[in-house]
């Protein structure tokens, strides 16, 4: 089945440590985006790739990167995490095209714990 | 830009009673407009979406949400809740140009009971 993949499912690092997710699709679509959601909140989007064109949230933090090597993978740095970093991280994909409504694909999602 | 009220953080029902999760938006420009479930540590599943035609949408499990254009709503309803529903939903919307990311609302908890 066609899906988005999110490695792993449970990341626990050390408070200052740099950590990678990743996410990866079988979908074939053009945009990819990362979403930060905490407890009881909505996601918040961070940035998103339109193929390999990055555009970031005004409010992201300099602390969060993107990488996007090729239509499948998509790759969240966090470069020194803070005990705030602790969230569900997830992965959506879509494919823009006229009147399809960017309905975005989701991931299970990483649950990043801060210690 | 978007914005998206889920007025009630949180919804309790009793198993088999109905159900309605309001959504209200607000745009300058014409939008679709989405729900999206998540279930316990997992991530969002798209329930439903209106994108153009009947304003009356379905989908397999039973929910329905009808836009209205003229209060900007799109109100989600189930006549007879499951304790399987029992979940964090979102209504989202983005605008009709060909490339627009999603504006979510906060969410609301359903949570049914036996």
């Known amino acids: 089945d066609a899906m988005v993949i999110q490695n792993p499912r449970y990341q626990v690092t050390q408070f200052g440590k740099p950590v990678t997710l990743s996410c990866s699709q079988t979908l074939n679509h053009n945009v990819m985006y990362w979403y930060q959601q905490k407890s009881s909140q909505a996601p918040k989007l961070l940035f998103h790739y339109y193929d390999k064109d990055f555009n970031n949230e005004a409010d992201t933090p300099d602390n969060f990167q993107s990488r996007r090597p090729n239509t499948s993978f998509c790759f969240l740095d966090i470069r020194s995490p803070g005990l705030g970093d602790a969230a569900m991280y997830l992965c959506?994909?879509?494919?823009?095209?006229?009147?399809?409504?960017?309905?975005?694909?989701f991931g299970p999602g990483t649950r990043l714990t801060v210690l | 830009a978007q914005s998206v009220t889920q007025l009630d953080s949180q919804v309790p029902v009793f198993e088999e009673a109905p159900v309605e999760l309001r959504c209200n938006y607000s745009s300058s420009v014409s939008v679709y407009l989405f729900w999206y479930v998540q279930y316990p540590n997992q991530g969002l599943q798209l329930l439903l979406k209106y994108l153009s035609g009947s304003t009356l949408v379905e989908s397999i499990n039973g929910f329905e949400a009808e836009f209205n254009k003229s209060q900007t709503s799109f109100h989600l309803r189930k006549p007879s809740v499951h304790i399987s529903d029992t979940a964090e939903y979102f209504c989202?919307?983005?605008?009709?140009?060909?490339?627009?990311?999603?504006?979510f609302g906060k969410g609301t908890m359903l949570l049914v009971s036996p």
């Open positions: 989202a919307v983005s605008d009709r140009s060909g490339y627009s990311t999603l504006t």
């Open positions: 959506a994909t879509s494919r823009v095209s006229a009147g399809a409504g960017n309905e975005q694909f």
